[in-house]
C-alpha cells in the first residue's frame, strides 16, 4: 500500500526526491574535507631511501608527501646528485601547477552545479506531468496580431489615431508595418513546429530568445522609433500587447516545466460534441486559410506514412465525422417524438428566417438605391470652375468660385420651384427626390479672373479662322464634393456642351470684336449655359431635363481693353452675360442679379459610410455580384446533397470516429505501419456502402462487430 501510494505522488508531480540531494551534499563535504586535509598537512620527509629503481618524485608521490618542501631537506640527508635534484624540483612546480587549476575548476563546476542540475531537471526529469496549453498561447498570440495591426500607429514612427486605416485608404503599406506583421507571424509558425515535434530544448531556447528580443524592443527599440514612452497614458497598444504577451510567457513557461504531452490527438475544438463545440467548429472551418495553414504544419512536422493527398483526406473525414457526432449528440439529448408535427415556433423561426433572408437578397439593391434620398446626407459642392473657349486657343473665360458663391436654396424659394411646375407631372417627380438642402444657387461674377494672354499671332490667326470657315464655342463646368471619407465616389465631377458657330453674320462680328472695332459691343452666342445641372452619386454631371424643355440659354461675350497700374501696356479680359431679366430663368429667385451668372444644381445624396462600399457598384453591379453569389451559396446549402447522404446521414458514427482517433493513437506511437493499415481500412469503409451501412447501424439493432 505504502508503495502504490508513492508511485501515485510520483505519477502527479507531488513526490519530492531527497536521496539525490543528500548524495549530492555529502559529495561536497566530503570533497571540502578532503580540501581543509591536504591543506592543512605538513610535509614529513624521512631519512628512508626511496626504493631501487623506482624516482624519488615517484616516491614522494605515492607515500602522500608534498614536494614543495623538498627544497627544505639538507643536503647531506639526500643521497642524491644535483640534476636529480633539478629534476624534482621542476615536477614538483608543474604539480602544484596541477593542483590549482583542479582547485580552480572545482570551484567553477560548484558555482555552475546549481544550473547544471536545473536545467538537467527541467529537460530529463525523473517524472513530469505533462500537459497542454497550446490553444491558449496561440489565442494569446492571435489577439497580438490584431493588437498591432489596429494600433499600429503606436508601433510605428509618427502615426496618427487612424493607424492603418489611413495607410489603407490610401492603398500603401507601410514597410515596418509588414515587417511586424511577419515577425509575428513567424512566430506563430516556429511556435507550432516546436509543438508539433514535442522539442523542449528547441522550446526552451525560443522562451529565452523570446524574453530578450520583447524586453529590448518594448523598452529600447520601440521608444527610440515612436518618441513615445512605455508608460504613457495615451500609449495603450503596446501596454496590452506586453500584458497579453506575458501571459503568453508564463503559459510557455508552464508547457515548457511540465513537457509536451505524448500524444496530441485532433482539433481543441474537438474535446467534447455538443452545439458550442458544433459552432466553433463551424467557425474555424470558416477563417479563410487558417484550416488549410494547420493540415500542412501538421503534415510537415508530423511523422507519418501518409502523403499529402492521404493527410487531407483523413483530415476532411475526421472533420465530417465530428459535426455528425456532434449532431448525433444534440438529438440523443433532444430528441423528436416519432411521428409529431414540427411546432410553429421552429417553422416561423427557422423557415421564417432564411425566408425573409432570400427575399432581402433579391430586393435588396433596389431598396437600397430607393433609400438613397432617405438614408443618404446633403453634399453641396465645395468648388465650381466654369471655362470657355474658342477651338484649340487661349480660353477667353475662365472663373472659379468657392462656398461664398455658392449657397443652398431656401425653403421659400423652393416651395415656389415647385409651385412653378405643380402642372408637369414629370417635373414634380424629379423634384420629388429632392429636398431644398439638395440644391445650390451658384453665383459666378461676369469677369473673368484672368486678363486674356493671348499672342498677337495667334489672335490674328484666331481672327481669320472665324472669317473662313464654323469654329466650336466650348463651355466646360467642374464641381468639387468634399467626400474623402467615402472613397467610391469621385470628388470631381465636369462636363462640356459645344456649339458649332456656323452663321458668318456672328462669326464676322466676333472677328470685328477681337480686331479692335468700337461698333461691336458685344456678341450674343447660341443657347450654350446650362439652366438645371444634375450631379450624381457616379460621378456624372447631368443636364435636368425634366424641368424645361429649353435647357441652355444665350450668353453675350464682350472683350473689354485697359491698362493697370502694375502692369505696362494695354490688357484684355472677357465679360460673360447670360440671358436674364426678372422672370427669366429664375423666377422663384429673390432679387436676381443679371450681372452674375445664375446656375441650379441638384445634388444626389451621399450615402453613408457604412453603405457606400456596397453602393459604388450600382444596381446592376449588386446584381451581377452579390445577389448570384448568394444565390449560388444558397443553391449549395438547399440542393444537392442527394449525393451526400451516405456520409451525412450515418445514425452512429462512434465506430468511425473510433477509428480515426486510433488512426491519431498509432500515428503518435510511431506505429507507421499500423497508421497505414488502419487508414487503408478506413478509405475501405468509405468506398463500400454495404460495410459503411453495417459500420454505422446502432448499436441496439446489430450485435456489436468483431
Given at each position: 500500500?505504502?508503495f502504490?501510494?508513492?508511485?501515485?505522488?510520483k505519477?502527479?508531480?507531488?513526490?519530492?526526491d531527497?536521496?539525490r540531494?543528500?548524495?549530492?551534499?555529502?559529495?561536497?563535504?566530503s570533497?571540502?574535507?578532503v580540501?581543509?586535509?591536504?591543506?592543512d598537512?605538513?610535509?614529513?620527509?624521512?631519512?628512508?631511501?626511496?626504493?631501487?629503481g623506482?624516482p624519488?618524485?615517484v616516491a614522494?608521490?605515492?607515500?602522500g608527501?608534498?614536494?614543495?618542501?623538498?627544497?627544505?631537506?639538507?643536503?647531506q640527508?639526500?643521497?642524491?646528485s644535483g640534476e636529480?635534484i633539478?629534476?624534482v624540483?621542476?615536477?614538483?612546480?608543474?604539480?602544484?601547477?596541477?593542483?590549482?587549476?583542479?582547485?580552480?575548476?572545482?570551484?567553477?563546476n560548484?558555482y555552475?552545479?546549481?544550473?547544471?542540475?536545473?536545467?538537467?531537471n527541467?529537460?530529463?526529469?525523473?517524472?513530469?506531468?505533462?500537459?497542454?496549453?497550446?490553444?491558449?498561447?496561440?489565442f494569446?498570440?492571435?489577439?497580438?496580431?490584431?493588437?498591432?495591426?489596429f494600433?499600429?500607429w503606436?508601433f510605428?514612427?509618427?502615426?496618427?489615431?487612424?493607424?492603418?486605416?489611413?495607410y489603407f485608404?490610401r492603398?500603401?503599406?507601410p514597410?515596418?508595418?509588414?515587417?511586424?506583421?511577419?515577425?509575428?507571424?513567424?512566430?506563430?509558425?516556429?511556435?507550432?513546429?516546436l509543438?508539433?515535434r514535442?522539442?523542449i530544448?528547441?522550446?526552451l531556447?525560443?522562451q529565452?530568445?523570446?524574453?530578450?528580443?520583447?524586453?529590448?524592443?518594448m523598452?529600447?527599440?520601440?521608444p527610440?522609433?515612436?518618441?513615445r514612452?512605455?508608460v504613457?497614458?495615451?500609449n495603450l497598444?503596446?501596454?496590452?500587447?506586453?500584458f497579453?504577451?506575458c501571459?503568453y510567457?508564463i503559459l510557455s513557461a508552464y508547457q515548457?516545466?511540465?513537457?509536451?504531452?505524448?500524444?496530441?490527438?485532433g482539433?481543441f475544438?474537438?474535446?467534447?460534441?455538443?452545439?458550442?463545440?458544433?459552432?466553433?467548429f463551424?467557425?474555424?472551418?470558416?477563417?479563410?486559410?487558417?484550416?488549410?495553414l494547420?493540415?500542412l504544419m501538421?503534415?510537415i512536422?508530423t511523422?507519418t506514412?501518409?502523403n499529402?493527398?492521404?493527410w487531407?483526406?483523413?483530415?476532411?473525414?475526421?472533420?465530417?465525422?465530428?459535426l455528425?457526432?456532434?449532431?448525433?449528440?444534440?438529438?440523443?439529448?433532444?430528441?423528436?417524438?416519432?411521428g409529431s408535427?414540427?411546432?410553429?415556433?421552429t417553422k416561423?423561426?427557422l423557415?421564417?428566417?432564411?425566408?425573409?433572408?432570400?427575399?432581402?437578397?433579391?430586393w435588396?439593391?433596389?431598396?437600397l438605391?430607393?433609400l438613397?434620398?432617405?438614408?443618404g446626407?446633403?453634399l453641396?459642392?465645395?468648388?465650381?470652375t466654369?471655362?470657355?473657349?474658342i477651338?484649340?486657343?487661349?480660353p477667353?473665360?475662365?472663373?472659379?468660385?468657392?462656398?461664398?458663391?455658392?449657397?443652398?436654396?431656401?425653403?421659400?424659394?423652393?416651395?415656389?420651384?415647385?409651385?412653378?411646375?405643380?402642372?408637369?407631372?414629370g417635373?414634380?417627380?424629379?423634384?420629388?427626390n429632392?429636398?431644398?438642402?439638395?440644391?445650390a444657387?451658384?453665383?459666378?461674377?461676369?469677369?473673368?479672373?484672368a486678363?486674356?494672354?493671348?499672342?498677337p499671332p495667334?489672335q490674328?490667326?484666331?481672327?481669320?479662322?472665324?472669317n473662313?470657315?464654323?469654329?466650336a464655342?466650348?463651355l466646360r463646368?467642374q464641381?468639387?464634393?468634399?467626400?474623402?471619407d467615402?472613397?467610391?465616389?469621385e470628388?470631381?465631377?465636369?462636363?462640356?456642351k459645344?456649339?458649332?458657330?456656323?452663321?458668318?453674320?456672328?462669326r464676322?462680328?466676333?472677328?470685328a470684336m477681337?480686331?479692335?472695332?468700337?461698333?461691336?459691343?458685344?456678341?450674343?452666342a447660341?443657347?450654350i449655359?446650362p439652366?438645371?445641372l444634375l450631379?450624381?452619386?457616379?460621378?456624372?454631371v447631368?443636364?435636368?431635363r425634366?424641368?424645361?424643355?429649353e435647357?441652355?440659354?444665350?450668353?453675350?461675350?464682350?472683350?473689354?481693353?485697359g491698362a493697370?497700374?502694375?502692369l505696362?501696356?494695354?490688357?484684355?479680359w472677357?465679360?460673360?452675360q447670360?440671358?436674364?431679366?426678372?422672370?427669366?430663368p429664375?423666377p422663384?429667385?429673390?432679387?436676381?442679379?443679371?450681372?452674375?451668372l445664375?446656375?441650379i444644381?441638384?445634388?444626389?445624396?451621399?450615402?453613408p459610410?457604412?453603405?457606400?462600399?456596397?453602393s459604388?457598384?450600382?444596381i446592376v453591379?449588386?446584381y451581377?455580384?452579390?445577389?448570384?453569389v448568394a444565390?449560388r451559396?444558397?443553391r449549395?446549402?438547399?440542393?444537392?446533397t442527394s449525393?451526400?447522404?451516405m456520409?451525412?446521414d450515418?445514425?452512429y458514427?462512434?465506430?468511425v470516429?473510433q477509428l480515426?482517433?486510433?488512426?491519431?493513437?498509432?500515428r503518435e506511437?510511431?506505429?507507421?505501419?499500423?497508421?497505414?493499415?488502419l487508414f487503408?481500412k478506413?478509405?475501405?469503409l468509405?468506398?463500400?456502402?454495404?460495410t459503411?451501412?453495417?459500420?454505422?447501424?446502432?448499436?441496439?439493432?446489430?450485435?456489436r462487430l468483431?
Amino acid at each position: 500500500m505504502v508503495f502504490f501510494h508513492r508511485f501515485m505522488l510520483k505519477s502527479l508531480g507531488l513526490w519530492k526526491d531527497t536521496q539525490r540531494s543528500v548524495t549530492g551534499q555529502e559529495e561536497d563535504l566530503s570533497v571540502d574535507k578532503v580540501d581543509d586535509k591536504l591543506s592543512d598537512e605538513k610535509v614529513v620527509v624521512t631519512e628512508e631511501k626511496p626504493v631501487e629503481g623506482m624516482p624519488a618524485t615517484v616516491a614522494a608521490a605515492e607515500s602522500g608527501l608534498e614536494l614543495a618542501g623538498l627544497g627544505t631537506l639538507p643536503m647531506q640527508d639526500c643521497d642524491c646528485s644535483g640534476e636529480d635534484i633539478d629534476q624534482v624540483r621542476e615536477q614538483s612546480a608543474v604539480d602544484e601547477s596541477c593542483m590549482y587549476l583542479n582547485k580552480l575548476f572545482e570551484g567553477i563546476n560548484r558555482y555552475l552545479e546549481p544550473f547544471r542540475n536545473f536545467f538537467n531537471n527541467l529537460l530529463h526529469p525523473v517524472y513530469r506531468v505533462t500537459t497542454d496549453v497550446y490553444a491558449y498561447m496561440f489565442f494569446c498570440d492571435f489577439i497580438n496580431f490584431f493588437i498591432m495591426v489596429f494600433g499600429y500607429w503606436a508601433f510605428g514612427t509618427g502615426g496618427s489615431e487612424d493607424g492603418v486605416a489611413s495607410y489603407f485608404k490610401r492603398n500603401e503599406v507601410p514597410i515596418p508595418f509588414l515587417i511586424m506583421l511577419l515577425a509575428q507571424f513567424a512566430l506563430i509558425v516556429i511556435d507550432r513546429a516546436l509543438y508539433l515535434r514535442k522539442y523542449i530544448l528547441g522550446k526552451l531556447v525560443f522562451q529565452i530568445f523570446m524574453v530578450l528580443m520583447i524586453h529590448i524592443w518594448m523598452f529600447f527599440v520601440l521608444p527610440a522609433i515612436s518618441h513615445r514612452g512605455f508608460v504613457e497614458d495615451k500609449n495603450l497598444p503596446p501596454k496590452l500587447w506586453y500584458f497579453i504577451k506575458c501571459i503568453y510567457l508564463i503559459l510557455s513557461a508552464y508547457q515548457i516545466r511540465s513537457g509536451y504531452p505524448t500524444r496530441i490527438l485532433g482539433n481543441f475544438f474537438c474535446k467534447k460534441y455538443n452545439y458550442i463545440n458544433y459552432f466553433l467548429f463551424k467557425g474555424y472551418m470558416l477563417v479563410p486559410f487558417l484550416y488549410e495553414l494547420r493540415s500542412l504544419m501538421d503534415w510537415i512536422w508530423t511523422d507519418t506514412s501518409m502523403n499529402l493527398s492521404n493527410w487531407l483526406k483523413m483530415e476532411d473525414i475526421f472533420a465530417n465525422v465530428f459535426l455528425l457526432k456532434c449532431i448525433r449528440r444534440a438529438e440523443e439529448e433532444y430528441p423528436t417524438p416519432r411521428g409529431s408535427r414540427r411546432s410553429s415556433l421552429t417553422k416561423y423561426g427557422l423557415g421564417g428566417l432564411l425566408l425573409f433572408a432570400i427575399i432581402l437578397i433579391i430586393w435588396f439593391p433596389l431598396l437600397l438605391f430607393s433609400l438613397g434620398n432617405t438614408v443618404g446626407r446633403s453634399l453641396l459642392p465645395s468648388d465650381v470652375t466654369l471655362e470657355l473657349n474658342i477651338g484649340g486657343y487661349q480660353p477667353l473665360f475662365k472663373i472659379n468660385v468657392q462656398q461664398g458663391a455658392i449657397k443652398p436654396l431656401s425653403y421659400d424659394s423652393w416651395r415656389l420651384l415647385q409651385a412653378q411646375y405643380k402642372n408637369s407631372a414629370g417635373a414634380l417627380a424629379f423634384l420629388a427626390n429632392y429636398d431644398a438642402a439638395d440644391v445650390a444657387v451658384i453665383s459666378i461674377n461676369g469677369n473673368s479672373t484672368a486678363v486674356w494672354s493671348i499672342s498677337p499671332p495667334s489672335q490674328e490667326a484666331l481672327i481669320q479662322e472665324l472669317n473662313q470657315t464654323s469654329v466650336a464655342l466650348h463651355l466646360r463646368w467642374q464641381f468639387t464634393r468634399d467626400i474623402e471619407d467615402v472613397k467610391e465616389f469621385e470628388r470631381t465631377h465636369g462636363d462640356e456642351k459645344v456649339v458649332n458657330l456656323a452663321d458668318p453674320a456672328l462669326r464676322r462680328e466676333l472677328a470685328a470684336m477681337l480686331s479692335g472695332d468700337a461698333e461691336v459691343r458685344g456678341v450674343t452666342a447660341p443657347p450654350i449655359l446650362p439652366k438645371y445641372l444634375l450631379v450624381s452619386r457616379a460621378g456624372r454631371v447631368d443636364v435636368v431635363r425634366a424641368l424645361d424643355g429649353e435647357m441652355y440659354r444665350n450668353l453675350t461675350l464682350r472683350l473689354h481693353t485697359g491698362a493697370f497700374q502694375n502692369l505696362s501696356g494695354l490688357s484684355e479680359w472677357w465679360q460673360v452675360q447670360g440671358s436674364c431679366s426678372e422672370n427669366y430663368p429664375y423666377p422663384f429667385l429673390p432679387d436676381t442679379d443679371c450681372s452674375y451668372l445664375n446656375i441650379i444644381v441638384f445634388c444626389d445624396k451621399v450615402f453613408p459610410q457604412a453603405l457606400s462600399l456596397l453602393s459604388g457598384y450600382g444596381i446592376v453591379g449588386l446584381y451581377t455580384t452579390f445577389v448570384l453569389v448568394a444565390s449560388r451559396l444558397m443553391r449549395g446549402f438547399m440542393a444537392g446533397t442527394s449525393f451526400t447522404i451516405m456520409f451525412d446521414d450515418m445514425p452512429y458514427v462512434d465506430r468511425v470516429l473510433q477509428l480515426c482517433l486510433d488512426i491519431y493513437l498509432v500515428r503518435e506511437s510511431r506505429e507507421l505501419a499500423l497508421e497505414e493499415d488502419l487508414f487503408a481500412k478506413l478509405i475501405f469503409l468509405y468506398r463500400s456502402p454495404e460495410t459503411l451501412i453495417k459500420w454505422t447501424r446502432p448499436t441496439h439493432l446489430q450485435p456489436r462487430l468483431q
